[in-house]
């Protein structure tokens, strides 16, 4: 009779022990909650029409992530670093067709080429892009929803392409302020 009790102890004790003997694994892969990158500088301005959607969310994640981010293009050379956009679209493009030649799939994709500059025209990231593409089935029948299919598809790739842009940027290490630009 005094070995019943002991059994839901032995199971408890069990599985404690295998709880916290897996915890460590966790970190040990390099499993960690996703936070806010660290940069290299405190300001940046970023060159990219007032339009562009995908600028707006990365200015809106680089002032989230501490930064000062600078608007004003008279102000630009106040900025430790100039982002340069060099592309910035959106496209689609028919991948599938059925039997009667009517569309079937198209193949959206969000591409962002960009670099970082310093004021005194250090490179300090060179000509870099971000490419994130998706297939999206399409019916003419449900046209009004696939596209707003699309739309909510393009916004998920482009909140990838601005993580990805973050990751990219605070890789970057400035030269020291005692070098000169070119050196």
Do not use: W
Not at 97 to 118: H, K, P
Request: charged share 20%; aromatic share 4%; with cysteine.
């Amino acid at each position: 009779m005094t070995k019943a009790p002991a059994m839901p102890c032995r199971r408890l004790l069990l599985a404690t022990a295998l709880a916290a003997s897996t915890a460590p694994l966790l970190t040990a892969c390099g499993f960690h909650l996703r936070r806010p990158p660290e940069f290299a500088f405190r300001s940046i301005y970023v060159d990219m029409p007032a339009s562009s959607t995908l600028g707006a969310e990365l200015k809106r994640q680089l002032a989230s992530a501490g930064l000062q981010v600078i608007t004003d293009a008279a102000e630009k050379n106040r900025a430790q670093v100039i982002l340069q956009a060099l592309q910035d679209s959106r496209e689609r493009s028919v991948v599938g067709l059925n039997a009667a030649g009517q569309v079937r799939e198209y193949q959206l994709r969000v591409r962002f080429g960009f670099r970082l500059v310093t004021p005194a025209g250090h490179v300090a990231l060179p000509d870099a892009e971000i490419l994130r593409e998706i297939d999206q089935s399409y019916s003419e029948s449900a046209a009004l929803s696939k596209e707003a299919e699309a739309e909510m598809l393009y916004q998920s790739m482009q909140s990838d392409v601005v993580q990805q842009a973050l990751e990219r940027i605070a890789a970057i290490q400035l030269p020291a302020s005692g070098q000169q630009a070119g050196q």
